[in-house]
């Protein structure tokens, strides 16, 4: 199943919206797969997959309110959180923004549908940084909209 969508023309936009040099089409390509990449291993519950594409630094922000620092915390509470909640996690990219050349916003519409047939609709925000030339998740903002 596909996990990621990709709005081209918002994408493309967004790469020379902010008159940055350096970035390619590859670079957003692979900001989009690494939250491909995150969403599968959510899914699976796959820790070495989420120990590889997160720095160890990453922080994440849920809905609930929790914030997570670290690697440990944040697979953990992810884990915790994947098992709690059962469901296919669908994360559609619908922008990504350049802040320099080794940083990056995705913007992405964040939707659980869970086994109990429920389905809960979010926004996530993704930092993506450039380390030795591979782009890996610093931090994760979930937002729950009012009124969901």
Excluded: H
Aim: hydrophobic share 40%; charged share 25%.
């Amino acid at each position: 199943m596909n996990r990621i969508g990709i709005m081209g023309i918002v994408l493309f936009a967004g790469f020379f919206s902010n008159g940055l040099r350096g970035q390619t089409i590859e670079d957003g390509k692979a900001i989009i797969d690494l939250v491909g990449m995150y969403a599968d291993a959510r899914d699976r519950v796959d820790t070495v997959l989420l120990a590889s594409i997160l720095t160890d630094d990453v922080d994440q922000l849920v809905s609930t309110g929790e914030w997570r620092y670290g690697k440990a915390a944040a697979i953990k509470g992810m884990g915790g959180s994947s098992r709690a909640n059962p469901g296919d996690r669908v994360l559609k990219v619908e922008r990504v923004r350049y802040l320099d050349e080794k940083c990056a916003l995705a913007d992405a519409r964040y939707v659980i549908n869970g086994e109990n047939g429920t389905e809960r609709k979010m926004w996530s925000t993704f930092i993506a940084v450039k380390v030795k030339g591979n782009w890996k998740i610093s931090g994760i903002r979930n937002m729950l909209p009012a009124g969901n």
